[in-house]
């Protein structure tokens, strides 16, 4: 037989629902029936209204992962729910650190890599890149960047592909 059924949740009953069981959860099946010494109503008084301020499961799964810690037992883990299936977006990173001047970007620092791991470099930090600190970046990919954008959007798609800035020392070409 099929059955075709839509169900609402609200969100934020359904985080505290999952807190308090936790919470019921220690206090009814722990080996030792003291919790440990832990004030244990006490702590759900203490922890239950970060639980308006979760948005994702990772922020609950830490909540009752830090209530369960006042316990002190060192095997209590929190972990699993139901978690969005998030398309990773690469980003290709320049290796440096951007401040904002004169409407546009600086290079405030460009990282050099770790020489002696292949598996770490740094595209400005490679020999014969004429790239230095307090230059401008003016253009990625044929786009002109200012300090109005993010720039990191520019490098959506872009991680393990070439790409091409244009750099100057003065805020314009």
């Known amino acids: 037989m099929k059955t075709n059924i ?3 949740v609200d969100p934020k009953a359904e985080a505290h629902q999952i807190f308090k069981e936790g919470w019921r959860y220690m206090r009814d099946f722990l080996y030792v029936d003291n ?3 832990a004030p244990w ?3 759900y008084k203490w922890y239950s209204p970060w639980i308006d301020h979760v948005r994702h499961r990772t922020d609950l799964n830490y909540v009752v992962d830090i209530m369960s810690g006042e316990i002190a037992i060192g095997h209590s ?3 699993g729910g139901d978690l969005p299936n998030v398309k990773r977006v690469p980003v290709g990173l320049l290796g440096a650190d951007f401040e904002k001047s004169k409407g546009k970007y600086r290079f405030a620092k460009i990282y050099k890599g770790e020489r002696w791991n292949p598996n770490i470099d740094s595209p400005l930090g490679l020999p014969g890149t004429n790239v230095n600190v307090g230059d401008y970046l003016l253009e990625i990919n044929g786009i002109t960047l200012t300090s109005d954008m993010n720039p990191y959007q520019l490098l959506e798609q872009t991680a393990g592909r070439e790409i091409y800035i244009k750099v100057n020392s ?4």
């Open 6 to 8: 839509k169900i609402k």
């Open 35 to 37: 919790t440990h010494g």
């Open 41 to 43: 109503d006490d702590v």
């Open 77 to 79: 883990y929190v972990s």
């Open 170 to 173: 003065k805020p314009s070409s």
